[in-house]
């Protein structure tokens, strides 16, 4: 193992932070040198609760804070439509990048982002937690080995309190946000979707519900891949609770994701034998990025994965608006 330690830099310090911090003070390679966030505030909260972080750099500028830190990478965890410049300036700054997601909320940004990692050889990584979890993990091994067959029909459904849990906050706000439930959350679902299956969305066909709000909050996806399979997808922003399933059909059988449960069934309807594998090693967002950066790992969630998801995604919004499908 490694003894290098990679310093990185942290730009936005609110709700998520805490997630990526936790996962970062446990890894001996990482050592967090910089702290941003427009609201001081923020960045007090995030001491108070890892006394580690007390001598750490703050800052309320993150172009200051690139300048003045030993940073080999940052971590971007700010309202999405800021991600691009800042991203970009780090990348500009000779940094590797862990973005949580989206990439972006445009696609010309993902796509500048995605090749200027790949030209100056930098990690660029987006922070899909599923890529990560051992129920996912296992359905794309079992989609890669073959076998539920060539994929024909998905199904997908997100049930979130989301209109109430982010009530008053940026993430309704769309020039903050970039868009609701589905730029949101909902991307998640998307980045599982063509992830998990290696699908190419070709054409998709959205209807959405704002609910007098200024962001879409309830979206029906009904999408076609080059291969012919079909996908129905939905995301609910103001259900009573979390709901999060899946079922994906092939010529050989199908696999099921309910809330954490998987089942895989043969062409019969038989269950499979074959146990949902635990032999998968522990590993997250932040773990893998360091470890990529050192050489160790590869990227579970590279760069091109955000990009996939916001080509469909702003296809989706635009079909929503134009009221017809939409060809990728």
């Given at each position: ?16 932070a ?17 702290l ?8 007090r ?56 997601k ?43 080995a ?91 922003g103001?259900?009573p609770?979390?709901?999060?399933y ?18 895989v ?22 773990r893998?990025?360091v ?15 955000g990009?996939?998801v916001?080509e ?17």
């Amino acid at each position: 193992m490694s003894t290098r330690q990679i310093k990185l830099c942290l730009v936005g310090c609110g709700g998520i932070a805490y997630m990526h911090v936790n996962n970062l003070i446990r890894l001996k390679n990482a050592r967090i040198t910089g702290l941003c966030d427009v609201n001081p505030e923020n960045i007090r909260r995030l001491k108070d609760a890892f006394p580690v972080l007390e001598k750490v750099e703050e800052f309320s500028d993150y172009k200051t804070m690139y300048k003045s830190v030993e940073a080999d990478a940052a971590i971007i965890l700010t309202p999405h439509t800021l991600h691009f410049n800042q991203a970009m300036d780090a990348l500009n700054m000779g940094m590797h990048l862990l973005v949580e997601k989206p990439l972006s909320t445009r696609v010309d940004h993902a796509r500048k982002l995605v090749e200027k990692a790949s030209g100056e050889n930098r990690v660029l990584m987006v922070s899909y937690q599923r890529h990560y979890e051992p129920p996912f993990r296992f359905i794309k091994t079992r989609i890669e080995a073959g076998e539920i067959g060539e994929i024909q029909f998905i199904s997908s459904l997100l049930a979130q309190e989301w209109m109430r849990g982010t009530q008053g906050t940026w993430r309704q706000d769309p020039e903050l946000s970039g868009g609701g439930q589905l730029m949101d959350s909902g991307s998640h679902i998307m980045d599982f979707i063509l992830w998990s299956t290696g699908l190419k969305p070709s054409q998709v066909f959205a209807q959405m519900d704002y609910k007098d709000r200024k962001v879409d909050i309830n979206t029906s996806l009904s999408i076609r891949f080059s291969n012919g399979a079909l996908a129905s997808v939905s995301i609910l922003g103001d259900a009573p609770c979390f709901e999060e399933y899946h079922a994906i059909y092939g010529t050989k059988g199908a696999v099921l994701y309910d809330n954490g449960k998987v089942r895989v069934l043969d062409a019969e309807g038989t269950f499979s034998k074959t146990p949902l594998k635990t032999s998968f090693k522990p590993n997250n967002p932040d773990r893998n990025f360091v470890m990529s950066i050192l050489g160790l790992e590869t990227p579970e969630s590279p760069g091109e994965c955000g990009l996939r998801v916001i080509e469909l995604t702003e296809a989706a919004l635009e079909s929503a608006r134009r009221g017809e499908k939409v060809l990728l």
